[in-house]
């Protein structure tokens, strides 16, 4: 009998080991590759982000280069493909899990942002206070986050978002966050730009979106098509509780990219689909408002709304098991509960 607990104690810790394992594998080996979309227009993938390249006889135009360590393997990829360099780098916004590792190709590319993209990327007052929940981790009182104290995505990006590298995390760099490996564009645009290599070209459009104030949108008019990053996924739903944004604006925003011309719809979330998936979008985030605020306006709690709210139409769509953050978003964005 004892012997046997014993044995049965092994295997256990066997595999507790073996998941451990499995789990570190994953985060060393990311999912990545290359997939042709159209045209001379490709989409790379890490894991759940994505960008997409332009191939011209010139030079390539890349978009987001999403982190350093994908950047250099895109990098690798494409100098084995193709006997051209990186020429332009389109920057789709500054948020760090898209925009990191831009200095890989700036040896032999122009990086491009919108306008607002630097004064995002700037360096917050010094005398920034740690904020609420920054300060309850300062143990040690000296007004600054030590990784010893850190936690949660303090800890996860600590190195993001220790701009100065000296293993001490201030209000100011966290208030600023993960961006010290987002490098700033050398040149930047308002409205839109057209930018042209080898006879292709590639539109630059501002798009007024609450998700970030520099958001661009990419259209490739050869191939029809547009990409687009966090303001809408493709067969996807929208990331868990809308975080900072409100419902009305999210809807012309997504109007904004409806009313561009193009028919292929190219997400750095989701699938790759058609103009119709950018106005399914739309229309989810629609009936998902009517029927939130159907259940308010008949007293229902965000808890009723969650267990009655089902969206079947739109079960066979990625991350469906968002649909109850989806619902306290909505909940939110309508006014509902403290707010
Ligand atoms: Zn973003």
């Not at 798009?207 to 990409?227: K, T």
């Not at 990053?229 to 604006?249: M, N």
């Amino acid at each position: 009998m004892k012997t046997k607990s014993l044995r049965g104690i092994l295997r256990l810790l066997a595999l507790a080991g073996l998941a451990v394992s499995s789990l570190a594998l994953a985060q060393q080996a990311p999912e990545r590759g290359i997939v042709h979309v159209g045209g001379d227009l490709y989409r790379a993938q890490n894991n759940a982000h994505f960008t997409v390249f332009l191939v011209t006889s010139e030079g390539i135009i890349v978009s987001d280069p999403i982190n350093r360590d994908f950047a250099e393997w895109l990098k690798g990829e494409l100098e084995s493909r193709y006997d051209v360099p990186v020429r332009i780098l389109l920057y789709s916004h500054h948020h760090w899990d898209h925009a990191s590792g831009g200095e890989v190709f700036d040896d032999t590319a122009e990086l491009v942002g919108h306008e607002t993209m630097p004064a995002a990327l700037a360096l917050r007052s010094p005398d920034t206070p740690l904020s609420g929940a920054a300060a309850d981790l300062d143990a040690n009182g000296n007004g600054r986050i030590e990784q010893a104290e850190a936690n949660g995505n303090l800890a996860g990006q600590f190195a993001l978002i220790d701009a100065d590298g000296d293993g001490a995390l201030t209000g100011a760099e966290i208030a600023r966050g993960p961006l010290s490996d987002v490098h700033p564009p050398s040149t930047v645009y308002s409205g839109s730009r057209t930018v042209t290599l080898g006879g292709k070209s590639v539109e630059l459009i501002h798009i007024a979106s609450d998700h970030s104030p520099d958001m661009s949108v990419l259209r490739f008019p050869d191939e029809d098509a547009v990409f687009f990053v966090d303001i809408i996924s493709v067969k996807r739903l929208p990331f868990q509780t809308f975080p900072g944004l409100e419902v009305d604006g999210l809807i012309e925003t997504i109007q904004s990219v409806e009313a561009l011309d193009f028919s292929v719809a190219v997400g750095g979330h989701g699938d790759i689909g058609t103009k119709q998936d950018v106005t399914d979008h739309r229309r989810y985030i629609e009936e998902l408002r009517d029927a939130v605020a159907a259940g308010m306006a008949d007293g229902q709690s965000l808890e009723e709304l969650q267990a009655s709210i089902t969206m079947d139409a739109y079960s066979d769509w990625a991350s469906f098991n968002w649909l109850a953050d989806n619902i306290a978003g909505m909940y939110r964005m309508l006014g509902g509960g403290n707010n």
